[in-house]
């Protein structure tokens, strides 16, 4: 079977009406704790989705930048600072700019501006990260959240229709549930892009690193003082 006949049979499984009604009624029997609980979640997707196109960027505008980031290194070593900058700003990456804050400030501080410079970039990367984390504590704290309400609700109804009646008991328990599972649901799912952002920005933060050293031995090499 091909993807298009696998997609035109799934298409009314998916989008159909019985599907979203059901959807729509869980969501509706989890209570108004649901509402938030809904709200970090499509905020984890949004920086998940932001965080994942922006290394992917980064990474990208660096290998195309690659040619041009030797050629700034070579003029370094050779003392070229004027065309060293130039070059370093002939390419919209992110190593680039960092050589050409750094040449354009080499009179007050090299050395420093490279870091500095480096610095912003990792922040770059970093952006809205914590969000994405506060997303992964938040939402198990707000199932609990459910659970709690959800069986002060039982109590409240069975106090007031007694136990004869076990309907209402159910929908309480049900509201219970259902935050809980879905709080819990929302922060797995948030917790694999989480990790492999980290995993990234610890392999850019010692991609930079290196490259400012690298940075650093060429200015010295050309006579530079850092």
């Not at 610095?119 to 969000?131: K, P, T």
């Not at 609700?153 to 229709?161: E, M, P, V």
């Amino acid at each position: 079977m091909s993807f298009s006949s696998l997609l035109a049979t799934a298409h009314p499984v998916f989008f159909s009406p019985e599907i979203w009604g059901s959807a729509v009624g869980l969501f509706r029997r989890g209570g108004p704790v649901m509402i938030p609980i809904a709200c970090f979640s499509i905020l984890g997707v949004c920086v998940a989705i932001d965080r994942i196109i922006a290394f992917a960027w980064y990474a990208r505008a660096n290998r195309r930048g690659r040619i041009c980031i030797q050629d700034t290194l070579a003029l370094l070593e050779k003392g070229d600072w004027e065309n060293a900058e130039k070059t370093a700003r002939s390419r919209n990456a992110p190593l680039c700019r960092i050589l050409s804050a750094a040449l354009e400030n080499r009179t007050a501080g090299f050395a420093d501006t490279l870091q500095m410079a480096a610095q912003r970039e990792l922040n770059r990367l970093r952006r809205h990260v914590s969000l994405l984390d506060t997303t992964i504590t938040v939402e198990p704290m707000l199932g609990i959240l459910g659970t709690v309400t959800g069986i002060i609700h039982t109590f409240s109804k069975l106090n007031g229709a007694g136990i004869d009646n076990p309907q209402m008991a159910t929908a309480g328990i049900g509201e219970a549930l259902i935050t809980t599972a879905a709080g819990l649901s929302v922060a797995i799912l948030c917790l694999f892009p989480f990790n492999w952002i980290v995993s990234r920005q610890r392999r850019a933060t010692e991609e930079l690193e290196e490259f400012t050293h690298r940075a650093e031995i060429a200015f010295r090499k050309g006579g530079g003082n850092s």
